[in-house]
């Protein structure tokens, strides 16, 4: 089936960089992508998401930018923090699928140097 | 916001027993609930879907058999892990949803519970 995936596996930035994170998907009816962190030993924690309507959304600190012609969405996170560092996952949605499930990319690992 | 909750947090099983671990939405009603199997350094695989009242949907490769789930009430989804073995050692981790149109209608995440087999 067709999944999403993640360019960089592991990603590291100073303190007060910041830091852009990939995710290539692969499912073009997929309309809705969400963008979550993961600490270890924890659930996923929301982040952003976006709709397939739009190119760009802005939250505090972050930025998901969406391109549709490429199939591609990336996460910026603005002065990175210590507390940032986590593993990132995409996921896209496709609510004409069965139940509207996420699919998760493999996710990227982002250690924040002080 | 919407809170889903996980029981327990963490188990320790020995190899052949079962294990049953629920995963509440307390703050609204979950018509649907995923469970999700993580297993270290990898991304989140699901596992089944479940909505109140009907039967688990499970995904391909999924043993319907040795993880049973059941979603008997709006707010509560139970998975039990059946002869539980070593490569069953996993973290799982629950979402709920509600319904369509409603404010609830995302889906949010448990803490997870961590599964050590022995």
């Known amino acids: 089936g067709e999944s999403v995936g993640l360019h960089l596996p592991t990603l590291s930035v100073q303190e007060g960089d910041n830091s852009i994170i990939n995710c290539a998907y692969s499912?073009?009816?997929?309309?809705?992508f969400i963008w979550y962190k993961q600490e270890s030993g924890k659930g996923p924690q929301f982040i952003i998401d976006i709709r397939s309507n739009m190119d760009k959304r802005q939250g505090q600190r972050v930025t998901v930018l969406l391109n549709k012609t490429v199939k591609h969405l990336s996460l910026q996170i603005a002065a990175t923090q210590p507390g940032d560092s986590a593993v990132y996952f995409c996921a896209e949605n496709w609510y004409g699928g069965s139940q509207g499930n996420l699919i998760f990319g493999k996710g990227t690992k982002l250690s924040v140097k002080p | 916001g919407a809170v889903v909750s996980q029981h327990p947090s963490w188990v320790i099983c020995k190899s052949g027993t079962s294990v049953k671990i629920e995963c509440r939405s307390l703050d609204f009603q979950a018509t649907t609930m995923f469970w999700y199997r993580q297993f270290p350094k990898q991304s989140l695989m699901l596992m089944a879907t479940s909505n109140e009242g009907s039967k688990a949907t499970y995904e391909q490769g999924v043993e319907k058999d040795k993880f049973l789930i059941n979603h008997a009430s709006l707010t509560l989804s139970t998975l039990t892990v059946t002869s539980a073995h070593p490569e069953d050692s996993s973290f799982y981790i629950c979402s709920a949803k509600g319904r369509p149109g409603t404010l609830n209608y995302e889906q949010y995440f448990g803490p997870g519970t961590r599964l050590t087999v022995t």
């Open positions: 499912n073009s009816a997929s309309d809705y």
